[in-house]
């Protein structure tokens, strides 16, 4: 649901946690979401906005724990609109987080980290 210029989603079984807000984009949780368009479609839009008229800093914190094909061409888009913001000289801080044991969301992140040309703090939760 969106508040004012933030979105807050609770996080569900199959969709992540979202707040969006000014100078904050978190995303945590599950994303295979059966619309993903849906989902994910509002979500672009408010990145695409925010980056028009963005804070001095902006903090990304990324947590995927399980991603389909259809949220990773999403959190892409995200991720570029936001590599936008470091390409036009705003500070953008960038973690993405994955379980030490987990490769697959540890590569989707490096190979995220190479498609957009940011650079990003790839960081191991160890559980």
């Known amino acids: 649901m969106a508040t004012g210029n933030n979105i807050s989603i609770k996080g569900t079984f199959k969709t992540p946690l979202i707040n969006f807000q000014a100078g904050l984009i978190e995303i945590s949780g599950r994303s295979i979401p059966e619309d993903v368009i849906t989902f994910f479609e509002p979500l672009v839009n408010w990145v695409e906005d925010y980056c028009?008229?963005?804070e001095e800093k902006t903090i990304v914190?990324?947590?995927i724990e399980y991603i389909n094909s259809g949220s990773n061409r999403f959190i892409f888009k995200i991720l570029k609109a936001i590599a936008s913001l470091h390409k036009n000289g705003f500070k953008v801080e960038l973690?993405?987080?994955y379980e030490e044991?987990?490769?697959?969301i540890k590569n989707l992140g490096n190979d995220l980290q190479t498609l957009i040309d940011m650079p990003f703090e790839m960081v191991a939760i160890m559980e």
Do not use: E, F, L, T
């Open 52 to 54: 028009k008229s963005p």
């Open 61 to 63: 914190n990324i947590r």
């Open 95 to 97: 973690k993405w987080y």
């Open 101 to 104: 044991d987990d490769d697959a």
